[in-house]
């Protein structure tokens, strides 16, 4: 992960015109993001850690198995920020909950995957937009700085900066964000951070909502754009809003194939960190993985997807990647064998 983003480009273009490979394919593992809102409240009660031992979903099998028998190589751990510092706005991470959620991390870490390290806010605590009447950037960033002081050993851990900004100032949330990673930056930590922009981290809107002119001049303090990378979400139901079982499109005319000439005429990355649909859904086996093969036939300019999700949910979540599970063996379902996993192989 520590090396220039030319580079990433460079290496996706060596890998050929017969497959152009991304380079990461995983799932979501939920639930220390389980009680967040998306006005950025989250009732710490209502948190299911995505680990057995701690009463959730067994999440420590479930990535074992996607890495080991599926072959995927990312997982995105989403929490939330009042989790982080027991409800302490500024404060410092706390030792129990961070405990909780940094042995997720490094169990996520032990199956040789890379692991996101997502702050799930919408870009909010309790209502307060970050840097615009709400938490200030130095509060933003000093999160950030404290997890960036344990984790910039670890070149597999990515920091994703914010879980989907909306309705906010996209111009001033840049300036925010812009402060975030000069305080992860200041720590000496080199890892991989992902940027998102309004209306909900939207692949489809990513240009005309202001996001990339935001985004797009963020840097590191020595003016380099080295491991910054956008991040972007987009669902197949009718709204776009990943809580229908069915799809809709495949989202190549409309969101993507504008979204890789955008990237290609910057010469930037983007990774896809939330997709997913009904997990057996036919609409859905067709147009999630035509959507997956676009983004693979296009890793010049995307670094792969992260389906959505596991973890604690179950497996009658409407959009459930959770495998079925039966005296320790794991079956996955059809949605994430053929497109999730059948996209990356």
Request: negative net charge; glycine residues 12%.
């Amino acid at each position: 992960m520590l090396y220039m983003l030319s580079s990433i480009v460079a290496a996706s273009a060596l890998l050929g015109s017969a497959h152009a490979r991304v380079k990461y394919a995983g799932v979501n593992i939920a639930g220390f993001d389980f009680g967040c809102g998306t006005d950025g409240t989250c009732n710490t009660a209502s948190v299911t850690p995505p680990l057995s031992f701690y009463g959730g979903g067994d999440g420590q099998g479930q990535m074992n198995h996607f890495v080991k028998d599926d072959g995927l190589n990312i997982f995105r751990l989403p929490v939330g920020w009042q989790w982080l510092t027991n409800n302490t706005l500024g404060g410092p991470l706390n030792p129990n909950n961070f405990g909780e959620y940094n042995t997720l991390v490094q169990i996520c870490l032990n199956t040789g995957a890379s692991c996101i390290v997502d702050i799930h806010n919408y870009a909010r605590w309790n209502g307060g937009i970050i840097g615009q009447g709400g938490p200030t950037d130095q509060q933003f960033a000093s999160v950030w700085s404290q997890l960036a002081n344990v984790y910039q050993g670890q070149s597999k851990v990515i920091f994703g900066i914010m879980n989907e900004p909306h309705d906010l100032n996209v111009s001033r949330w840049g300036e925010s964000v812009q402060v975030a990673v000069n305080a992860i930056r200041a720590t000496g930590a080199k890892n991989l951070i992902t940027l998102p922009g309004t209306n909900y981290a939207s692949a489809q809107n990513f240009v005309s909502s202001g996001s990339a002119a935001a985004l797009a001049p963020i840097t590191n303090p020595d003016g380099t754009k080295t491991n910054l990378v956008f991040d972007v979400h987009k669902y197949l139901d009718i709204d776009g809003s990943g809580t229908h079982t069915n799809c809709v499109t495949n989202n190549i005319n409309s969101t993507f194939e504008p979204l890789a000439e955008y990237l290609n005429s910057v010469g930037r990355m983007a990774i896809l960190s939330e997709t997913g649909g009904g997990p057996n859904d036919t609409s859905c086996l067709t147009d999630l993985c035509q959507e997956l093969q676009y983004i693979d036939e296009n890793a010049n300019v995307f670094l792969g997807w992260v389906g959505w999700a596991a973890g604690s949910f179950d497996t009658a979540y409407t959009i459930t990647e959770t495998p079925f599970e039966s005296n320790g063996k794991f079956t996955d379902r059809p949605l994430v064998t053929k497109c999730i996993v059948g996209e990356f192989k």
